[in-house]
């Protein structure tokens, strides 16, 4: 092991350490921890009876305070930022189709149905996080609405009609 110093000490060095890792494995690594966080906490939640659907519509509460909400946003920049965060911890957007009215995309890999069979967490429970998004749109504008397809999730935001053009 490399002293603070940098010189060696006699203890075994592994063969890959922190400092050798590329970019692309790190953001690999964060996107996994970040997957994982959600999945094991939707489980931790379940197994003490809290509701999942409710610590998602907080967590959402929260993070609409890092939102631009001084004004209200068309579906598709609403969906694009979405899509922006579903990638950066590791969905893959499948289809999209963008209108500042309503806007639909359809991603996978979010939640990882391997990270979750990992965990033993049913996707379907992990994939309540996708309600995160209903409190930012509403603060927003707009509706939001999500549903499971298989591996595959559905994402919908839609400008309200009482929120005007």
Do not use: K
Not at 32 to 38: D, E, M, R
Not at 140 to 158: F, I, K, M, P
Request: with cysteine.
């Amino acid at each position: 092991m490399g002293d603070l110093d940098g010189s060696e000490s006699a203890e075994t060095t592994p063969d890959h350490i922190f400092d050798d890792y590329t970019t692309e494995e790190l953001l690999e690594q964060a996107q996994s921890n970040a997957q994982g966080t959600f999945i094991v906490t939707a489980s931790f939640l379940q197994s003490r009876g809290l509701s999942v659907d409710e610590w998602a519509e907080g967590v959402g509460q929260i993070f609409v305070r890092g939102w631009d909400t001084s004004r209200a946003w068309d579906a598709a920049e609403f969906m694009d930022a979405m899509l922006t965060n579903f990638r950066a911890v590791g969905a893959e957007v499948v289809q999209t189709q963008f209108d500042p009215d309503r806007s639909e995309a359809t991603i996978s890999g979010w939640p990882d149905p391997d990270l979750c069979a990992v965990f033993g967490v049913d996707p379907n429970l992990a994939a309540r996080f996708h309600g995160v998004a209903a409190p930012i749109a509403s603060a927003l504008g707009l509706a939001w609405e999500w549903h499971r397809d298989g591996e595959e999730t559905r994402l919908v935001a839609t400008r309200r009609r009482d929120e005007g053009a």
